[in-house]
């Protein structure tokens, strides 16, 4: 009996990590093209983050992304390159399928909008708002306004926007149903419920903002009194947050289950409510940076130069915050914020101090908790790339990634190589 049969003998019997599988080619960028960039809103109030337009299906089954070609711009869903547009949205991907915005400049101030999803335009509008689209992808909910204005054209004067749905039958053909005419929208992506089957979303009768909610008609939810900026709910959309200013004093006002909270703060950032209603979390200013508040918190801990992005875990009994120190605002443009070092802070719910710092990146974004709030995953870019993290677990960097998707074998995600687009397996031990 050899020394080296008794090594790998005993190797043997100890747990093995699962390995990784090799990633799997989804399609490739069409030479001569580059992916799109967007503008993402962040948790801070008016301040955004630089993102790309590529998106991936959860399941692995699907990308699409927004190919440019100097002036115009192209849905891709695979390897199929779509017509070239003025605009393209980027997609959003539900139920097998990539749904996009596309437009086509009409005139010096007109355009023409449509949903383009399967290869197809649906419906011609003058304008159309961010696309919501139900979890199974039968249902797509935007914001329409006809006769609407570009440029240095002036508003009309009577403004009338419509929540438009379109569904789709089982022939494949979509139906767009419109609402009332409401004076204006709060210009972010409604909201859908798990099911797909009620839907909420932001409106303006006068000065007034209010929530209405959407099943087989349209029903105030609640009337917030305040003119909306951003609004946020839980999994069944019945407990809700609703941030704006107030119209007398411009400041800001948070209401969560239509009662105020946050009072004293001279702002107030994008509220996330957790899956079950219990909780509502915000970044507000202090005098020494930004902080984290949870419910009607008066004095809420750690201090940062500036918060991008918050996540309850699945029972609410944690919450993840994406926070910086050192960033600067972006001399194109500055609600852009840049540099700085990314980390990813836990707070547990009951505790006022967060757990210890995460590990620094120059970029961080996309907080996945597992079914069960044990694991947190995200990606996070450094010098060589972009990779997914989950506690000491670190993939292999990347030119892009997609966000985490925890599975049996660990965590899947899309990434980018080159012109690769790519589906890739991160083992968990």
């Keep these: 009996m050899t020394a080296a049969w008794v090594t790998s003998s005993l190797l043997a019997l100890l747990p093995q990590s699962p390995s990784a599988s090799p990633p799997r080619t989804l399609a490739?960028?069409?030479?001569?093209?580059?992916?799109?960039?967007?503008?993402?809103?962040?948790?801070?109030?008016?301040?955004?983050?630089?993102?790309?337009?590529?998106?991936?299906?959860?399941d692995g089954s699907l990308v699409a992304y927004v190919a440019r070609r100097g002036d115009q711009a192209h849905p891709v869903v695979g390897s199929e390159l779509g017509p070239a547009y003025s605009d393209v949205s980027t997609p959003c991907i539900a139920g097998g399928r990539a749904f996009f915005v596309v437009s086509r400049v009409t005139g010096e101030n007109t355009a023409s909008s449509w949903v383009w999803v399967d290869g197809k335009e649906v419906e011609r509008e003058?304008?159309?708002?961010?696309?919501?689209?139900?979890?199974?992808?039968?249902?797509?909910?935007?914001?329409?306004?006809?006769?609407?204005?570009?440029?240095?054209?002036?508003?009309?004067?009577?403004?009338?926007?419509?929540?438009?749905?379109?569904t789709r039958a089982d022939s494949g053909q979509w139906f767009v149903a419109?609402?009332?005419?409401?004076?204006?929208?709060?210009?972010?992506?409604?909201l859908f419920d798990a099911t797909g089957a009620a839907l909420l979303a932001?409106?303006?009768?006068?000065k007034a903002g209010i929530l209405i909610e959407r099943r087989q008609r349209e029903t105030v939810a609640c009337e917030g009194g305040v003119s909306i900026r951003s609004f946020a709910a839980s999994r069944d959309l019945r407990a809700t947050a609703i941030e704006g200013t107030n119209d007398n004093s411009q400041r800001s006002v948070l209401l969560f289950k239509q009662k105020r909270v946050g009072s004293g703060f001279p702002s107030i950032g994008r509220p996330v409510v957790d899956a079950g209603g219990k909780h509502v979390a915000y970044v507000v200013a202090t005098a020494d940076g930004r902080s984290v508040a949870i419910d009607d918190e008066k004095t809420p801990t750690g201090r940062w130069d500036h918060v991008f992005e918050?996540?309850?875990?699945?029972?609410?009994?944690?919450?993840?915050?994406?926070?910086?120190?050192?960033?600067?605002?972006?001399?194109?443009?500055?609600?852009?914020?840049?540099?700085g070092e990314h980390f990813v802070v836990v707070r547990a719910l009951g505790r006022a101090e967060p757990r210890a710092d995460g590990p620094k990146f120059g970029a961080i974004r996309d907080l996945v908790w597992d079914a069960k709030g044990e694991r947190l995953a995200y990606s996070a870019q450094d010098a060589r790339g972009w990779r997914i993290v989950c506690g000491d677990v670190q993939g292999e960097p990347y030119a892009d990634v997609g966000a985490a998707v925890f599975t049996a074998r660990g965590i899947e995600f899309g990434a980018r190589d080159g012109r690769e687009l790519l589906w890739c397996t991160l083992p968990l031990p």
């Design 178 to 190: 419109r609402g009332k005419a409401w004076q204006g929208c709060v210009e972010q992506v409604p």
């Design 126 to 166: 003058d304008w159309i708002g961010e696309l919501a689209v139900s979890p199974n992808g039968k249902r797509v909910a935007y914001w329409t306004f006809p006769g609407a204005r570009y440029g240095d054209a002036p508003t009309p004067e009577v403004r009338k926007h419509y929540l438009a749905v379109a």
């Design 310 to 339: 918050l996540a309850f875990d699945p029972a609410g009994e944690e919450l993840a915050q994406v926070v910086n120190r050192g960033g600067s605002t972006d001399p194109q443009y500055e609600p852009c914020i840049l540099g």
């Design 202 to 206: 932001g409106a303006f009768d006068g």
């Design 28 to 58: 490739q960028v069409p030479e001569g093209f580059a992916l799109s960039e967007e503008l993402v809103r962040t948790a801070e109030p008016s301040t955004y983050r630089r993102g790309t337009s590529l998106r991936f299906a959860s």
